[in-house]
């Protein structure tokens, strides 16, 4: 089947500071991904729509602001959590495909 | 997008059948069934899609009856390995649709499977 990966796979990094995670699609293009936060024995949470060439769209309580989605190319989207806060440490996923989705394995991210 | 109700945990034994039944009362009518499996600390993976009646793969089947209100998951000689949770989600997977790739996950039914 298809493969997305990301990277980092964890990271750590300390309080305001801004960190960037990637997701892209190995074997096929992408014109939309997807990215969801996971906390601990939660479910997925959609976050936003990462749009190839447009601004993406984000879900109704993601701040467009702090959660950075840039979708440059077919193969390639990027969050960049701005500014992170203890609280913004969970797990992020993307995805991306059509009728069947595509998930990457997932970036964990602590905040000290 | 359709609202699902699962079992939130099950407990199963190796080789035995396993069944997870799903309830979606709202779905729509260009809406599929699709099922996701996730282990911990890895993204959910893909395990089957359906409309309506039965689809089996590889790996499982699933069922739907006519009026497709629910759907159930069926996994053969479960192991060890298939100890993972468990996603049901209904939405619309036609190209060009509004939802099209959108996901909303429900709580999800945590399967343990016993020696």
């Given at each position: 089947g298809a493969v997305v990966s990301q990277h980092p796979s964890r990271v750590i990094c300390k309080s305001g500071t801004s960190v960037k995670i990637e997701c892209r699609s190995l074997d096929f293009q992408a014109t939309t991904m997807f990215w969801y936060r996971q906390f601990p024995k939660k479910s997925l949470m959609l976050m936003a729509t990462s749009n190839e060439g447009s601004k993406a769209t984000y879900e109704q309580g993601v701040e467009k602001d702090k959660f950075l989605i840039n979708h440059?190319?077919?193969t390639l989207s990027t969050l960049t959590v701005t500014s992170?806060?203890?609280?913004?440490s969970s797990f992020y996923i993307c995805s991306a495909g059509g009728g069947e989705q595509y998930f990457g394995p997932g970036t964990r991210l602590t905040v000290t | 997008l359709a609202k699902t109700t699962q079992p939130i945990s099950m407990d199963s034994y190796e080789g035995q059948e396993v069944n997870i039944t799903c309830s979606?009362?709202?779905?729509?009518?260009n809406d599929y069934i699709t099922w996701y499996q996730q282990f911990p600390s890895q993204g959910p993976r893909f395990i089957i899609q359906g409309y309506k009646t039965k689809v089996t793969n590889e790996v499982a089947s699933l069922f739907i009856p006519a009026d497709r209100k629910s759907s159930t998951l069926s996994l053969p000689?479960?192991?060890?390995?298939?100890?993972a949770v468990y996603y049901c989600l209904v939405g619309?997977?036609?190209?060009?649709?509004?939802?099209?790739g959108k996901l909303t996950f429900g709580q999800g039914t945590i399967l343990t499977v016993h020696p």
């Amino acid at each position: 089947g298809a493969v997305v990966s990301q990277h980092p796979s964890r990271v750590i990094c300390k309080s305001g500071t801004s960190v960037k995670i990637e997701c892209r699609s190995l074997d096929f293009q992408a014109t939309t991904m997807f990215w969801y936060r996971q906390f601990p024995k939660k479910s997925l949470m959609l976050m936003a729509t990462s749009n190839e060439g447009s601004k993406a769209t984000y879900e109704q309580g993601v701040e467009k602001d702090k959660f950075l989605i840039n979708h440059a190319s077919l193969t390639l989207s990027t969050l960049t959590v701005t500014s992170a806060h203890p609280e913004d440490s969970s797990f992020y996923i993307c995805s991306a495909g059509g009728g069947e989705q595509y998930f990457g394995p997932g970036t964990r991210l602590t905040v000290t | 997008l359709a609202k699902t109700t699962q079992p939130i945990s099950m407990d199963s034994y190796e080789g035995q059948e396993v069944n997870i039944t799903c309830s979606h009362n709202n779905i729509a009518t260009n809406d599929y069934i699709t099922w996701y499996q996730q282990f911990p600390s890895q993204g959910p993976r893909f395990i089957i899609q359906g409309y309506k009646t039965k689809v089996t793969n590889e790996v499982a089947s699933l069922f739907i009856p006519a009026d497709r209100k629910s759907s159930t998951l069926s996994l053969p000689r479960v192991s060890l390995s298939d100890t993972a949770v468990y996603y049901c989600l209904v939405g619309d997977v036609e190209a060009g649709g509004t939802s099209y790739g959108k996901l909303t996950f429900g709580q999800g039914t945590i399967l343990t499977v016993h020696p």
